[in-house]
């Protein structure tokens, strides 16, 4: 039995693989149980990054430190937030100088690949 994380219209999947050999074929079984739903304020987060330039978290991890509140000015290299993923640290800068529009994710979260943190303007 192999378990592999798919990913299918947003939603994360463990799926166990079992292959079994009969003489020539082969015939492959698999179970799907969901990992984590897509939080339900993914839609808010779109809308919000309409409104400005978007920090998007570069990979599924937990939100550790958030360095900037709405409202704050940033230059561009500035570290606006912490992002742990497979145990390591990682800065996320921001893209462009700017002012903080909105912070749509909060410290101790989680989030994934491409969720909108906060929005630029």
């Known amino acids: 039995m192999r ?3 798919i990913t299918v ?3 994360s999947y463990e799926v166990e693989v079992e292959e079994v050999e009969s003489g020539k074929e082969s015939v492959q079984t698999a179970q799907a149980a969901p990992v984590q739903p897509r939080p339900a ?3 808010a987060a779109s ?3 309409a409104e400005g330039t ?3 978290a570069p990979m599924q991890g937990n939100l550790l430190r958030l360095n900037v509140k709405a409202g704050d ?3 561009k290299g500035q570290v606006l937030c ?3 993923a497979m145990k390591m ?3 996320i800068p921001a893209p462009v100088d700017g002012v903080v529009a909105a912070v749509l994710a909060q410290a101790g979260t989680t989030v994934k690949s491409d969720d909108v943190i906060l929005t630029l303007k």
Do not use: C, I, R, Y
Request: without cysteine; charged residues 25%; proline residues 8%.
């Open 89 to 91: 640290e990682n800065d």
């Open 73 to 75: 000015t940033v230059k």
């Open 9 to 11: 219209n947003g939603t």
């Open 3 to 5: 378990k592999f994380h």
């Open 41 to 43: 304020s993914a839609p």
């Open 54 to 56: 978007p920090v998007k």
């Open 82 to 84: 912490v992002l742990e």
């Open 47 to 49: 809308a919000a990054a």
